[in-house]
């Protein structure tokens, strides 16, 4: 949830700095931008372990932010 936070707390200057995008978010940090959201998802997991960062639709109004949420379940 920090991660998050930082992301909601920061976003007016994130969008100044990247612009419209999908940042990948690791320990309050900015680790990747990407145009599209599989690109982001597909790039950070190559160097991250799942589940260690958060991918975020980069917008300029708050309102327009859409919370998603994935989960990788196994059912035996």
Same mark, same amino acid.
């Given at each position: ?31 990747? =931008? ?12 190559? =160097? ?29």
């Amino acid at each position: 949830m920090d991660d998050y936070k930082y992301f909601i707390d920061n976003l007016d200057a994130l969008y100044k700095e990247y612009g419209h995008c999908f940042l990948v978010i690791k320990n309050q940090q900015v680790i990747g =931008t990407y145009n599209r959201m599989d690109a982001a998802y597909d790039e950070a997991r190559k =160097t991250e372990p799942i589940g260690t960062f958060i991918i975020q639709e980069c917008v300029d109004d708050p309102e327009k932010l859409v919370l998603s949420f994935q989960s990788n379940v196994a059912v035996a």
